[in-house]
């Protein structure tokens, strides 16, 4: 199916419905029973409206554990599908992922460094720690890029290069320091995972990557620009160094923003903007937001299945993605074989 | 309404790949760009595109130097097909040509003549029956097809062309560059072919180690001693119904 002009403010519509009603199951999964009128109205009550006539465990387990996880789950979602979207036209590269440019690797070092050396002496938090790993990796990887002459392919080897090493440091770190609890708490979170979110990642988060929509949108015809490369952009009209640094360095901060809140969940920037522009096809105005509000369903759902596959075990988000996305992306690849991604 | 490669000289890596070449093409007329392979064909172009800038001299449109336009402003007026375009993107033929519109198009996107601009440049290649078709599925000609209308959707007054011929049979080669030739614009085209130079361009412009080494109609350019001395080979020139014809001699 493909929908490639008309009809999409219905089909975005009907994804944002698909969305609402998919967070609201999803917070009646689990122990304690609870159902979508519950939800409703605690979520209702905490908004001003008259009590919902719930009890303090329910409301608590709502508006305290549930809701904030479900949105961040979106958020995470959506901002990662957008940036793997981003990257991929950007660097010209179906293979780019958020995770291209090296940020979760040197978040995760920061979040060892924190967690396993106690560097910071407990004014860092892991999630401050896992910030500014990725903010100076990403310093890394553009500083090098652009000593190197600054073309798309630079950029990728640069990120190649920073991932290669700050994993190896994390593993250093891990291997030489961590004893076994620490280990699985870090392997834990290295692959990703949105147990114990807060109502700050929440709001963090939301505002971060509801920032970065909305300059990407501005760039959406740059972005079309980019389809035959740097040249053929350029006597389009686009400024491809300034395009290229602006859309780069908002990539950047969202994906620290979101690794740094939830780690580093894979796969679902790397796919579904492929699964997006089968869709809808390459435009930018069409694809931004449709792979968003992709994004956003697909991670709840995730992270509902990681959460309640095997309870009161939770699996780690990256797990689920993979091992749910990989099967889905085969049948779509199978179904298209042929034809370029 | 013209541009104007004044004295310009570029450097790439320490190399000089142009030396003071000055290049002005008539309005509307079809220049053609000859010289061996890295004599600074595609250089100039760039340059006269705007994508880089000289190290020495000026690129002038309308007596303005380019530094001091803006790019989109720029890619209204000039428009260029570059000589590979190559893309990973699972585009249809009208997506690539509407991509012409975006020096048109603001942030928020309203461009009130873009679709019949399109549809001109659709029809001006020949495209209208194959608008839903894939990138991928086109053959080599088409595709030069495909990037000349997304040129001709800037609706520019020059279209800079680098060898819009390479990889095409000659059945396409001729088509090409009768398309582009009956077009009411300014053309620049860097060409290998000397015979299809002068059947199809009204001026010509001879690069040899990034200096301009012959200019004029084709019947004044394409000499054989200018031939040999450019390319190294030798040739007869023999000119019929005021067209030079070059035949080149073995060995």
């Not at chain 2, 300014?186 to 080494?213: K, Q, R």
Request: a neutral charge; one cysteine or more.
């Amino acid at each position: 199916m493909t929908v490639r002009t008309g009809s999409l403010p219905v089909l975005w519509v009907l994804g944002l419905v698909l969305l609402v009603a998919s967070a609201a199951v999803a917070i009646t999964i689990g122990p304690a029973a609870l159902s979508v009128r519950d939800v409703y109205g605690i979520v209702a009550e905490h908004l001003g409206a008259g009590p919902s006539g719930t009890t303090r465990i329910q409301d608590g387990i709502v508006w305290q554990l549930r809701l904030p996880r479900v949105l961040l789950a979106a958020v995470c979602g959506a901002g990662l599908a957008l940036c793997g979207a981003i990257l991929q036209s950007l660097l010209r590269n179906p293979l780019a992922d958020p995770f291209v440019l090296g940020v979760s690797s040197g978040a995760s070092t920061g979040a060892v460094l924190i967690a396993v050396l106690g560097v910071g002496g407990g004014a860092l938090t892991l999630s401050g720690g896992a910030f500014l790993g990725a903010v100076l990796s990403f310093g890394v990887v553009l500083g090098l890029a652009y000593a190197a002459g600054g073309g798309t392919d630079r950029v990728v080897l640069a990120g190649v290069a920073a991932t290669q090493l700050f994993s190896a440091l994390t593993s250093f770190i891990v291997l030489s320091s961590a004893d076994a609890e620490q280990t699985r708490g870090v392997l834990f979170w290295l692959l990703g995972s949105l147990a114990g979110v807060t109502w700050n990642d929440v709001a963090v988060c939301a505002a971060v990557v509801g920032a970065g929509l909305v300059c990407c949108l501005a760039y959406a015809r740059a972005l079309d620009a980019f389809a035959f490369g740097d040249d053929a952009a350029a006597t389009l009209g686009v400024s491809v160094r300034q395009a290229r640094i602006v859309l780069l360095v908002m990539t950047a901060l969202i994906t620290a923003a979101l690794v740094s809140a939830a780690g580093a969940i894979g796969f679902v920037g790397l796919v579904l903007p492929h699964a997006a522009r089968f869709v809808v096809g390459p435009a930018h105005v069409r694809l931004l937001p449709t792979v968003a509000i992709l994004g956003a369903v697909f991670m709840v759902w995730v992270d509902t299945l990681a959460r309640t596959l095997f309870a009161p075990q939770e699996l780690p988000t990256g797990v689920v993605t993979a091992l749910l996305g990989v099967p889905a992306f085969a049948l779509i690849l199978l179904r298209r074989r042929g034809i370029p991604t | 309404m013209s541009l104007l490669a004044d004295q310009v000289s570029w450097t790439r890596s320490g190399r000089l790949v142009l030396d003071g070449v000055t290049v002005e093409p008539d309005p509307g007329a079809t220049v053609g760009l000859l010289g061996p392979n890295g004599s600074g064909k595609s250089s100039l172009l760039k340059l006269l595109a705007g994508v880089d800038r000289p190290s020495g001299g000026t690129v002038h449109l309308d007596g303005e130097p380019l530094t001091r336009m803006s790019r989109r402003r720029l890619a209204r007026r000039v428009a260029m097909v570059a000589q590979h375009a190559e893309t990973e993107l699972h585009i249809t033929v009208r997506e690539v040509v509407r991509l012409g519109r975006i020096p048109h198009t603001g942030m928020i996107g309203t461009d009130t003549e873009g679709a019949a601009v399109v549809e001109r440049a659709l029809a001006a290649t020949g495209l209208t029956d194959m608008t839903e078709r894939f990138w991928h599925t086109l053959s080599g000609g088409e595709r030069q097809r495909v990037q000349i209308a997304r040129a001709l959707a800037q609706d520019p007054d020059h279209l800079l062309l680098d060898e819009p011929t390479n990889h095409l049979d000659i059945a396409h080669q001729l088509e090409i560059l009768a398309l582009v030739r009956q077009l009411d614009i300014t053309a620049v085209v860097a060409l290998h072919d000397l015979n299809l130079s002068a059947m199809f361009c009204d001026h010509i412009v001879v690069l040899s180690g990034g200096v301009v080494v012959a200019t004029g109609i084709p019947a004044e350019v394409l000499t054989e001693e200018l031939i040999e001395m450019v390319y190294g080979v030798r040739c007869r020139v023999t000119v019929e119904d005021g067209l030079p014809h070059v035949r080149f001699a073995p060995g």
